[in-house]
């Protein structure tokens, strides 16, 4: 951790730093179990809450610890709120403190944090309440230390970051407030992703299903894939749905028909490369088994087509820019509604790429299928060459700080940073697990996960690494480069 010819960087300061870190472990603790201990997930308005009580109620207690640390706070009508420190203008840190639903096959409860080893588990302790504690700190640290900046501090905290709606906490953030000069926001990975694929969401919706298929669901969220699914047939016996499937799928007696349920393995929609969709082991399985023909099998057989990969290879629409990942394909939620199966789409393009083909190549592979595309949403790519002085600035600093020599990265992830101007993602994820191996089982301790965990060491480590890049930054000249 040497480094030299910047200000305030001295070995000298690099001590403090430290000491200063350990003497706050217990209250990074605390303050972070405070927010994970609220259940935040985004959901309908209720009253004067647009997401709903949960994310108002993790604002409050964020926006209270801010206070207590005598910090100015500002809440924007429970969309967001910021905490404040120093001069105008500010770098920006941006951090969210909803959460995805907790699914299943935790190991901890997930609405705790539990400290094992050195590592803490619980929703949101890496995406990304983690995060806006660790950025809380960060600002605690210049305020203790009264290091002057003339780039005062603002960290924004989001509640709306998760539903998949398009970040209308902060669509309502800039038209109450204005955005920071320049900001960071850590919820993707280091040493800075300097681009964000394109992502269209929408929703695919079948011909009316014929009374075979009584009812077909998997998934919970649109930005993961599924983990299970099932679905209930009419008109079988339990002796004739066994012998059809063997052991491709779980069969039992259900009310209104025999029930089939497969498993999968859950992973975030920006790289879901390794999962397993749920969904589609169902549909392939009952495809398979013979069960289903006629309508019914042609509406199971475009789930099975359209997540033959993560790709959209079947759909045509596969593609590889070599700047970003490939296009990712992910229908991350399945449901009957209106007697039609619905299924979410959630799609990432390269940054080079434009969207009105690939919605027409959807278009068109659906339609042979019976299914028509709604509700299209689409979400713009975001990048910054590798060698714009701020991004520079911010991928040295992570090298110097933690002796790596990792590159910036354009990532399928869509993060805050394209919901307002001037902004890239930077952390907390280190590159290939330098920082916090993962001992967990396939399918666990990610974010999105069961058994979310970060380590302590690791949002330590963030807290020096983000308190010298405000430094570094701060002899910059941001408004001439941004
Ligand atoms: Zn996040």
């Given at each position: 951790?040497?480094?030299?010819?910047?200000?305030?960087?001295?070995?000298?300061?690099?001590?403090?730093?430290?000491?200063?870190?350990?003497?706050?472990?217990?209250?990074?603790?605390?303050?972070?179990?405070?927010?994970?201990?609220?259940?935040?997930?985004?959901?309908?308005?209720?009253?004067?809450?647009?997401?709903?009580?949960?994310?108002?109620?993790?604002?409050?207690?964020?926006?209270?610890?801010?206070?207590?640390?005598?910090?100015?706070?500002?809440?924007?009508?429970?969309?967001?709120?910021?905490?404040?420190?120093?001069?105008k203008p500010e770098?920006?840190?941006?951090?969210?403190?909803?959460?995805?639903?907790?699914?299943?096959?935790?190991?901890?409860?997930?609405?705790?944090?539990?400290?094992?080893?050195?590592?803490?588990?619980?929703?949101?302790?890496?995406?990304?309440?983690?995060?806006?504690?660790?950025?809380?700190?960060?600002?605690?640290?210049?305020?203790?230390?009264?290091?002057?900046?003339?780039?005062?501090?603002r960290?924004?905290?989001?509640?709306?970051?998760?539903?998949?709606?398009?970040?209308?906490?902060?669509?309502?953030f800039l038209k109450v407030s204005e955005a920071p000069l320049?900001?960071?926001?850590?919820?993707?990975?280091?040493?800075?992703?300097?681009?964000?694929?394109?992502?269209?969401?929408?929703?695919?919706?079948?011909?009316?299903?014929?009374?075979?298929?009584?009812?077909?669901?998997?998934?919970?969220?649109?930005?993961?894939?599924?983990?299970?699914?099932?679905?209930?047939?009419?008109?079988?016996?339990?002796?004739?749905?066994?012998?059809?499937?063997?052991?491709?799928?779980?069969?039992?007696?259900?009310?209104?028909?025999?029930?089939?349920?497969?498993?999968?393995?859950?992973?975030?929609?920006?790289?879901?490369?390794?999962?397993?969709?749920?969904?589609?082991?169902?549909?392939?399985?009952?495809?398979?088994?013979?069960?289903?023909?006629?309508?019914?099998?042609?509406?199971?057989?475009?789930?099975?087509?359209?997540?033959?990969?993560?790709?959209?290879?079947?759909?045509?629409?596969?593609?590889?820019?070599?700047?970003?990942?490939?296009?990712?394909?992910?229908?991350?939620?399945?449901?009957?509604?209106?007697?039609?199966?619905?299924?979410?789409?959630?799609?990432?393009?390269?940054?080079?790429?434009?969207?009105?083909?690939?919605?027409?190549?959807?278009?068109?592979?659906?339609?042979?299928?019976?299914?028509?595309?709604?509700?299209?949403?689409?979400?713009?790519?975001?990048?910054?060459?590798?060698?714009?002085?701020?991004?520079?600035?911010?991928?040295?600093?992570?090298?110097?700080?933690?002796?790596?020599?990792?590159?910036?990265?354009?990532?399928?992830?869509?993060?805050?940073?394209?919901?307002i101007p001037?902004?890239?993602?930077?952390?907390?994820?280190?590159?290939?697990?330098?920082?916090?191996?993962?001992?967990?089982?396939?399918?666990?301790?990610?974010?999105?996960?069961?058994?979310?965990?970060?380590?302590?060491?690791?949002?330590?480590?963030?807290?020096?690494?983000?308190?010298?890049?405000?430094?570094?930054?701060?002899?910059?000249?941001?408004?001439?480069?941004?």
């Open positions: 951790m040497k480094m030299k010819g910047h200000v305030g960087m001295t070995e000298e300061f690099l001590r403090e730093l430290d000491q200063w870190i350990e003497s706050n472990q217990e209250n990074i603790l605390n303050d972070l179990t405070q927010l994970v201990r609220i259940k935040s997930v985004s959901g309908e308005a209720e009253g004067d809450k647009p997401f709903g009580e949960g994310p108002a109620k993790a604002l409050d207690a964020a926006l209270a610890m801010g206070q207590k640390m005598g910090f100015e706070t500002e809440n924007y009508d429970y969309y967001a709120g910021s905490i404040r420190y120093g001069n770098i920006g840190m941006l951090a969210h403190l909803d959460v995805v639903p907790e699914g299943s096959n935790w190991n901890t409860n997930p609405y705790d944090v539990t400290l094992q080893n050195g590592t803490l588990f619980g929703r949101g302790v890496s995406d990304d309440k983690g995060p806006g504690i660790m950025a809380l700190y960060v600002m605690k640290f210049f305020k203790d230390k009264k290091i002057p900046l003339k780039y005062g501090l960290l924004i905290l989001g509640c709306d970051e998760e539903s998949g709606k398009g970040f209308r906490d902060m669509e309502h320049f900001s960071l926001v850590p919820d993707a990975s280091f040493p800075c992703c300097n681009g964000e694929k394109g992502i269209l969401t929408g929703s695919f919706v079948s011909e009316p299903l014929e009374s075979t298929l009584v009812s077909f669901k998997g998934g919970q969220v649109h930005n993961m894939v599924p983990d299970a699914a099932e679905a209930v047939l009419a008109g079988i016996t339990l002796e004739q749905a066994q012998n059809a499937v063997g052991d491709m799928l779980k069969v039992e007696e259900a009310e209104n028909g025999i029930r089939f349920t497969a498993k999968g393995t859950a992973c975030h929609a920006a790289d879901p490369f390794n999962a397993v969709s749920a969904v589609e082991r169902l549909a392939s399985g009952l495809l398979k088994s013979g069960l289903v023909s006629g309508k019914t099998a042609r509406i199971l057989q475009f789930i099975a087509d359209i997540q033959s990969d993560f790709q959209g290879t079947k759909a045509g629409v596969a593609a590889d820019d070599k700047i970003s990942t490939p296009l990712t394909l992910v229908v991350g939620v399945a449901k009957t509604v209106e007697g039609r199966l619905n299924l979410s789409l959630n799609l990432r393009y390269p940054t080079t790429a434009t969207s009105q083909p690939i919605i027409e190549k959807l278009e068109a592979f659906a339609k042979d299928y019976g299914y028509s595309l709604t509700d299209i949403n689409d979400s713009k790519p975001l990048y910054y060459a590798p060698d714009h002085p701020a991004i520079v600035t911010l991928v040295n600093t992570f090298n110097q700080v933690t002796g790596l020599n990792a590159k910036p990265k354009v990532i399928g992830g869509g993060t805050y940073a394209r919901a001037r902004a890239v993602s930077f952390g907390v994820e280190f590159p290939e697990d330098s920082n916090t191996p993962s001992p967990y089982p396939e399918g666990h301790g990610g974010a999105h996960q069961p058994d979310e965990a970060w380590s302590m060491k690791a949002l330590n480590d963030c807290l020096r690494i983000y308190v010298q890049t405000i430094l570094r930054l701060n002899e910059l000249d941001l408004e001439m480069i941004l």
